[in-house]
């Protein structure tokens, strides 16, 4: 039986635009910050927790869906002594911004990121966690669950485009972005920070301490954040956890299990394991 500390996966390769997480015990859960490439929401089972979404911290409980935009730079970590249990669904941006052109929900089929950090509805909340539920319903076909999953997340977006803003706002553009770009193309490349300030025209002190300032993490670590992200995609695909170790750029398996561990919350075997028909 596995230990209610321990998180589990559901992923179905029918679906494979579609994962959860449940973590029935996460008192001793720790996140460093991290982002993902998919459209990501949760909901608060138990507990309170702190959200850092962006540079906005919210305090969520029981009863809170959290969202999260693709590469929006996030952590949620419990209040001290307090339970804490959520669910946690990462879509596909793409999947998903077809299915919302499709129902006639947005004017592009590109995805647009949302609006909100938080939501606390709870015909929502509660239709969530019975999605949840039923995507890890052995009983339920994958075409039965597709349904569910797709009915869910038109009625969703039909209420946040109620509450969404009526005015786009666009923000002066940012230095710092070529330098997450690079940072994502060349993840497995370990130039020093101390060039890659030069090449964009930086002192690596301004470099470290702005780029922390937006993205929440250092260079550094934007860098091993987008190397767990590839280890992730490669562990799904069943590759052995020492191969993904290299692959990604981790100088040993030990190294590459740490680092997974403080930004998935789970072991590089513990996210391998699946309660869908993997």
């Keep these: 039986m596995t230990p209610s500390t321990y998180p589990l996966f559901w992923r179905d390769p029918a679906l494979p635009y579609v994962e959860l997480r449940q973590v029935m015990d996460g008192r001793k859960v720790s996140y460093a910050p991290h982002s ?3 459209w990501s929401i949760g909901a608060i089972l138990e507990g309170e927790s702190e959200f850092l979404c962006a540079d906005r911290l919210h305090a969520v409980e029981r009863g809170a869906l959290v969202m999260m935009n693709p590469d929006v730079v996030h952590a949620c970590n419990p209040r001290q002594d307090s339970p804490w249990a959520y669910y946690m669904m990462h879509l596909d941006k793409d999947w998903l911004a077809s299915l919302l052109f499709d129902a006639g ?41 597709s349904q569910i999953l797709e009915s869910y997340f038109i009625r969703l977006f039909k ?17 710092l972005y070529p330098v997450a770009n690079y940072l994502n193309q060349f993840c497995l490349e370990d130039t020093s920070i101390e060039l890659i300030s030069a090449e964009f025209g930086f002192s690596t002190g301004y470099l470290v301490r702005a780029f922390k300032r937006h993205f929440n993490m250092t260079p550094h670590a934007y860098r091993l954040n987008r190397r767990i992200q590839l280890g992730q995609q490669a562990l799904k695909q069943g590759q052995s956890i020492a191969d993904v170790a290299q692959t990604v750029g981790f100088s040993d398996q030990a190294h590459f299990h740490r680092i997974f561990k403080q930004r998935v919350a789970a072991t590089p075997d513990q996210y391998r394991r699946s309660m869908g028909p993997v």
């Design 36 to 38: 993902h490439e998919a």
């Design 105 to 145: 929900i947005r004017e592009d089929c590109s995805w647009q990121n949302t609006h909100l950090d938080t939501l606390v509805t709870t015909d929502l909340y509660e239709l969530f966690v019975v999605v949840c539920e039923r995507l890890t319903a052995a009983e339920l076909s994958s075409s039965d669950k």
């Design 159 to 175: 209420h946040l485009n109620n509450k969404a803003e009526t005015t786009t706002t666009m923000l002066p553009s940012n230095n």
